[in-house]
């Protein structure tokens, strides 16, 4: 089995990442409003408060993008919006050919947009597709992977599609990826970035659309109401867990590399071998000997690991989760259930990790012997 994930930034680059949004933030607040929490409600002329509108500044000139939002409904809210910016009922988006991630995959069916797949491995294909579909009105592409054998690189497939028809709307799914690698979806050339923000440390369904002016001026009038603004508190809470995530998520994957290396050298009784994969978010996929997954989960539940995700990387989460394969790998294989599990470190060491891993495996084989 070959994985092939993304590369995650360094902690020095991710040092520099939190440094440089710090440094934009000081230039559009006064210190003073660095320590509120901010307004509410929709103020005249902007229909949104003040602080939001800031942080959304802030946010645009860091991603480099013609306008950034703050929308609810996380990184699904903020993927649907951008589907609604430039998508209709019977139009035409060109999709990997792959399981889509569940909520892409709901919200596209209930808008009635048809789905052209190709395999985004083959280049040559791609261009042959978009030119056998001119009626064609975008592309989704997703960041992180969603086979296990995905390894299409965002900046080079950005660049075919755009190179076979420049006139089509590029929306990126950056979930798990933003803030951990190098470059996101409009850094690489595409019109919209999305991702959540609670995966990012920030507040509950809170999640952010990056890119094109026009675009995100299409979404604001869909958000008109003022029950649907994020305000001021949320956004502030939103920039704080962005200006902690980049160092953290850095550290997470410096212990994925050290376990990914722990783990092959044959040093845990019960594990054939481990993989380093984004599944959604990057983490480590551990293959049993036997199958005995749903026990093993069962144990690390019992001994203090979190047996499922809140916000699969959120500010809730610090002790490792020990869950189920994601269901996008296993709808490409199903037969991963029984003898697979995934672990993501959050705030935690290798030697925790091994410990729970180590002691679960063992109580699954006695309870089985």
Same mark, same amino acid.
Request: glycine share 8%; hydrophobic share 40%; net charge neutral.
């Given at each position: 089995?070959? +994985?092939?994930?993304?590369?995650?930034?360094?902690?020095?680059?991710? &040092?520099?990442?939190?440094? !440089?949004?710090?440094?934009?933030?000081?230039?559009?607040? !006064?210190?003073?409003?660095?320590?509120?929490?901010?307004?509410?409600?929709?103020?005249?002329?902007?229909?949104?408060?003040?602080?939001?509108?800031?942080?959304?500044?802030?946010? =645009?000139?860091?991603?480099?993008?013609?306008?950034?939002?703050?929308? !609810?409904?996380?990184?699904?809210?903020?993927?649907?919006?951008?589907?609604?910016?430039?998508?209709?009922?019977?139009?035409? %988006?060109?999709?990997?050919?792959?399981?889509?991630?569940?909520?892409?995959?709901? /919200?596209?069916?209930?808008?009635?947009?048809? +789905?052209?797949?190709?395999?985004?491995?083959?280049?040559?294909?791609?261009?042959?597709? %978009?030119?056998?579909?001119?009626?064609?009105?975008?592309?989704?592409? &997703?960041? +992180?992977?969603?086979?296990?054998?995905?390894?299409?690189?965002?900046?080079?497939?950005?660049?075919?599609?755009? #190179? =076979? $028809?420049?006139?089509?709307?590029?929306?990126?799914?950056?979930?798990? =990826?933003?803030?951990?690698?190098?470059?996101?979806? +409009?850094?690489?050339?595409?019109?919209?970035? /999305?991702?959540?923000?609670?995966?990012?440390?920030?507040?509950?369904?809170?999640?952010?659309?990056?890119?094109?002016?026009?675009?995100?001026?299409?979404?604001?009038?869909? $958000?008109? #109401?003022?029950?649907?603004?994020?305000?001021?508190?949320?956004?502030?809470?939103?920039?704080?867990?962005?200006?902690?995530?980049?160092?953290?998520?850095? *550290?997470?994957?410096?212990?994925?590399?050290?376990?990914? !290396?722990?783990?092959?050298?044959?040093?845990?009784?019960?594990?054939?071998?481990?993989?380093? =994969?984004?599944?959604?978010?990057?983490?480590?996929?551990?293959?049993?000997?036997?199958?005995?997954?749903?026990?093993?989960?069962?144990?690390? $539940?019992?001994?203090?690991?979190?047996? $499922?995700?809140?916000?699969?990387?959120?500010?809730?989460?610090?002790?490792?989760?020990?869950?189920?394969?994601?269901? /996008?790998?296993?709808?490409?294989?199903?037969?991963?259930?029984?003898?697979?599990?995934?672990?993501?470190?959050?705030?935690?060491?290798?030697? /925790?990790? *091994?410990? %729970?891993?180590?002691?679960?495996?063992?109580?699954?084989?006695?309870?089985?012997?």
């Amino acid at each position: 089995m070959q +994985t092939y994930p993304l590369n995650s930034i360094s902690i020095e680059a991710a &040092q520099q990442k939190q440094f !440089r949004l710090v440094d934009i933030v000081t230039k559009h607040f !006064r210190g003073e409003e660095l320590l509120q929490l901010g307004d509410l409600g929709v103020v005249k002329g902007i229909n949104k408060p003040r602080t939001t509108k800031k942080v959304e500044e802030v946010l =645009a000139e860091y991603f480099g993008v013609e306008k950034a939002m703050l929308v !609810r409904g996380a990184g699904t809210g903020a993927l649907r919006f951008g589907f609604m910016s430039f998508l209709k009922h019977g139009d035409k %988006i060109l999709v990997h050919e792959a399981p889509i991630y569940p909520t892409s995959k709901t /919200t596209l069916e209930y808008m009635g947009v048809v +789905t052209i797949p190709v395999d985004f491995h083959d280049q040559k294909k791609v261009v042959e597709v %978009i030119k056998e579909n001119p009626e064609l009105k975008g592309a989704l592409v &997703q960041h +992180t992977r969603q086979k296990m054998d995905d390894r299409y690189d965002l900046v080079e497939i950005i660049e075919v599609i755009r #190179s =076979a $028809n420049p006139q089509l709307t590029i929306v990126t799914d950056d979930n798990y =990826a933003a803030m951990k690698v190098e470059k996101i979806g +409009t850094e690489a050339g595409a019109d919209l970035a /999305t991702f959540s923000l609670f995966k990012l440390l920030g507040p509950e369904g809170i999640g952010l659309i990056l890119g094109k002016a026009a675009l995100i001026n299409s979404i604001e009038k869909l $958000n008109y #109401s003022g029950g649907s603004q994020v305000q001021g508190y949320e956004a502030m809470e939103a920039l704080r867990g962005l200006i902690y995530a980049p160092v953290m998520l850095a *550290i997470q994957a410096k212990v994925n590399d050290q376990l990914i !290396r722990f783990l092959n050298n044959g040093k845990v009784e019960g594990v054939k071998q481990a993989f380093l =994969a984004n599944a959604q978010s990057k983490v480590l996929l551990v293959e049993l000997d036997e199958p005995i997954a749903e026990e093993v989960l069962q144990h690390a $539940n019992e001994l203090g690991a979190a047996p $499922n995700p809140v916000g699969a990387e959120s500010k809730y989460e610090f002790a490792p989760m020990f869950y189920r394969v994601s269901g /996008t790998f296993l709808a490409a294989d199903p037969s991963l259930a029984k003898k697979m599990i995934r672990i993501n470190p959050f705030r935690s060491g290798v030697d /925790t990790i *091994i410990r %729970i891993l180590e002691t679960s495996i063992q109580r699954a084989i006695e309870n089985r012997s």
